[in-house]
């Protein structure tokens, strides 16, 4: 028996009550193809990928989908032109395939092109510096081309005069502004919902998704496995274990040693800077390749991120911004600012952590970009690095190593042509709902968040917002809880929407969420 035959066999519902049955099939038959540790966007991509090639597989994470870096990131879907910067062409062209695949293929509907443009204020470029942007800026677009992502898409880049940079981005400054250099990437609304919407794809195709559920004594073949809210533990067998813990994975396997780098945005109302469609990329005085970036959000707000510090010893569950980041950001967005944001316009933080690999030497190897697939002694198979855009290939890379090592019989990798829940092509996906249900105009907002699925989500209940102001619908929560496993009122405030980035938001909507999930979790019990 597979653990997802039963109710919910081929869908994609996440819940507790399949939760709980599909833990008691693993107790039943604790013998899977392959165990994937991690619910992040690496593990969720890694379940995807082993379930939709025909392995029984089992994903387990400690806490909740998307608790890791996956959720502390810049959102960006890069087309890898950083790294044509520093000559790293292989990784700079795997990365614009996959944002070619992710922008219109595997997950069109959560993803937007960004224009980014760096005002060409005198003051703020360095002599040259301009045009060292420009040619940078054409490689990537050259990048692009190469890719096969049309223009169409990812607009090619360009100059716009003040009068056009003012009006993507109100809040530069005007004394002295020349216009602006515009290229195009991709950025999705939100990182948590990519990890949530591979999950459940992964769940159609077959694979337990276990939240709460931590992986202990875990060798090549076998885990034990505690299910944090009973304490019961269980004992699994499998053909082949994938270690995908990003910064925790020397917990998992002991062989690893990493030493995280902590990367820090900084969030404020996009009414500060006017409003802004497009993102601002303002240089770091005295550097030539970091720059500030200025990334309008969803829930009306811009992320100003993002630093790069080094942050020894052991993991928190939540990295928290120091105040030297906090004023770092500031004074360097502010460069480029007709009016000054002060600390008075922060409206939240937040901090991820970027695994570098300890060499032991006092030095580290910078794999938070390029991603690494190795194998311990004991024949776990850890895949670590990489970054959000690249998730597929690493997934691709880490199920093709544990199916060559191990022998396990499994079809090839196909997720490049596999739309996740909610994108076109998917087959629950249907078209812009507008007015079903009765539900009235369906928020622009919730279709960014939930694509074709939108439908399903107003369906689960009212399309009225959560709480004044925030364009989070009451039907959202609801949806969380019945279709996307989100357990308690954190999941949803913190991951399952973005609502908890701003505390003040979330106790102005902690009521009625606390509500919602406790009907949703008691329907549930009933049923
Ligand atoms: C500040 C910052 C900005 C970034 N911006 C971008 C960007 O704009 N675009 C981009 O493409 N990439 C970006 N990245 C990179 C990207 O965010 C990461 O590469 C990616 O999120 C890592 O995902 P992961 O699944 O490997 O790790 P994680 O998301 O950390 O997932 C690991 C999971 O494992 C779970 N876990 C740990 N131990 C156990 C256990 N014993 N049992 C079960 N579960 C366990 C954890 O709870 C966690 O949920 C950024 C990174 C940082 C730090």
Same mark, same amino acid.
């Given at each position: ?27 039943? *038959? ?84 960004? $224009? ?53 981005? $109100? ?18 609304? *939100? ?116 630093? =790069? ?51 032991? *030497? ?37 199920? =093709? ?66 709480? +004044? ?18 357990? *308690?009122?954190? =999941? ?14 979330? +106790? ?20």
């Amino acid at each position: 028996m597979t653990p997802t035959a039963g109710p919910y066999a081929g869908t994609s519902r996440l819940d507790a009550a399949r939760r709980t049955l599909e833990l008691e099939a693993l107790g039943d *038959d604790p013998r899977i193809d392959l165990l994937v540790i991690g619910g992040g966007v690496t593990g969720a991509g890694v379940a995807l990928d082993a379930a939709s090639r025909g392995l029984r597989t089992v994903l387990v994470e400690a806490r909740d989908l998307a608790f890791g870096t996956s959720r502390w990131s810049s959102k960006l879907v890069h087309g890898g032109l950083r790294y044509l910067a520093s000559g790293r062409i292989k990784v700079a062209r795997e990365s614009a395939v996959e944002r070619g695949v992710l922008m219109t293929r595997t997950a069109p509907h959560l993803i937007r092109a960004l $224009p980014q443009l760096v005002p060409l204020l005198p003051d703020l470029l360095r002599p040259g510096q301009a045009t060292l942007i420009r040619t940078g800026f054409h490689a990537g677009d050259a990048l692009r081309l190469t890719a096969g992502t049309p223009g169409a898409l990812l607009p090619r880049v360009r100059r716009i005069d003040a009068d056009r940079t003012r009006r993507l981005a $109100p809040g530069v400054r005007t004394d002295g502004l020349r216009g602006a250099l515009v290229a195009h990437d991709g950025q999705l609304v *939100d990182d948590a919902r990519l990890v949530v919407a591979l999950a459940r794809t992964a769940a159609q195709y077959g694979a337990s998704v276990l939240t709460r559920v931590r992986a202990e004594q875990v060798t090549g073949t076998s885990a034990r496995l505690v299910d944090t809210l009973t304490g019961q533990e269980l004992a699994v067998r499998a053909g082949a274990v994938v270690n995908a813990t990003g910064v925790w994975a020397g917990e998992v396997d002991t062989s690893i040693r990493l030493r995280p780098s902590r990367g820090t945005h900084l969030l404020v109302d996009a009414q500060a800077l006017g409003n802004p469609t497009a993102a601002l990329t303002v240089p770091v005085p005295g550097s030539t390749s970091r720059f500030v970036f200025a990334l309008p959000q969803q829930l009306g707000r811009v992320a100003i991120g993002l630093t =790069d510090e080094d942050a020894p010893g052991p993991i928190p569950d939540e990295p928290q911004p120091t105040e030297a980041e906090l004023s770092f950001l500031l004074d360097t967005v502010n460069a480029a600012l007709e009016t000054a944001l002060t600390r008075a316009d922060v409206r939240g933080a937040y901090a991820g952590l970027r695994p570098l690999i300890d060499t032991g *030497d006092g030095s580290t190897a910078d794999i938070s970009r390029e991603h690494a697939v190795l194998e311990n002694p004991d024949g776990v198979v850890t895949v670590v690095g990489g970054k959000l855009t690249t998730y597929r290939k690493m997934a691709e890379d880490a199920v =093709d190593a544990a199916v060559r090592l191990r022998g396990l019989s499994a079809r090839a990798c196909w997720t490049a042509r596999l739309p996740l829940i909610g994108a076109p092509g998917h087959r629950d996906s249907r078209p812009l709902p507008t007015g079903e249900g009765g539900a009235g105009p369906v928020p622009a907002s919730l279709v960014a968040r939930h694509g074709g699925a939108a439908h399903e989500v107003l369906a689960a209940g009212e399309s009225a917002p959560i709480a +004044e102001g925030l364009d989070v619908t009451r039907a959202e929560i609801a949806y969380a809880v019945t279709h996307e496993g989100a357990l *308690d009122v954190a =999941d949803v405030l913190d991951r399952r929407t973005r609502i908890g980035l701003v505390a003040e938001d979330a +106790e102005r909507a902690r009521k009625a969420v606390e509500e919602i999930v406790g009907e949703c979790r008691g329907a549930g019990q009933e049923g």
